[in-house]
């Protein structure tokens, strides 16, 4: 992780002062957009520009089709195959799941400090806002069920 991402009790920092300062400051949150609305060109070596939602009518299904969510970053691309992170309190710097997987909610934050094995079970969750409107609290196994771009598909054998 890098300096300026968050954690489950701090919010990221967009430095507008430099990258990496002590005295950093800047625009700071704790949700992320879902990057996949951004209707593709950034760089292709980010994310795959044919899954982005270039237009309202490629929201196959709004009411579980994410939009804005608790994160330790600004922004992510989502993926079936991202897995989940080993360190839930700084989440993951994967670009995609892992700055969403995070329990910033309906788990002890104290517990989540350390860093847990593979396979351990995802434990807690964040608040999430769909595209069709509406808000709801998700448990972080949710999160590989949800519809996150153009054509997702969710795993066969999704994190627990």
Request: hydrophobic share 35%; charged share 20%; net charge neutral.
């Amino acid at each position: 992780m890098f300096a300026e991402c968050g954690t489950i009790d701090q919010a990221w920092l967009w430095p507008t002062n430099g990258w990496g300062s002590a005295n950093a400051v800047g625009y700071q949150g704790s949700y992320a957009f879902n990057s996949w609305f951004y209707a593709g060109g950034w760089n292709p070596s980010w994310a795959d520009q044919r899954l982005a939602f270039k237009r309202e009518s490629d929201i196959q299904s709004p009411s579980i089709t994410p939009v804005l969510d608790d994160s330790v970053w600004v922004d992510a691309w989502p993926k079936a195959t991202d897995r989940p992170h080993f360190n839930p309190y700084h989440g993951w710097d994967d670009g995609g799941m892992g700055r969403y997987a995070i329990p910033r909610h309906g788990s002890s934050s104290a517990a989540e400090k350390t860093t847990s094995p593979a396979k351990t079970p995802l434990r807690g969750g964040i608040n999430m806002v769909f595209s069709d409107g509406h808000q709801e609290f998700v448990r972080l196994p949710r999160l590989w069920q949800l519809r996150w771009h153009r054509d997702y598909m969710p795993p066969a054998d999704p994190p627990r």
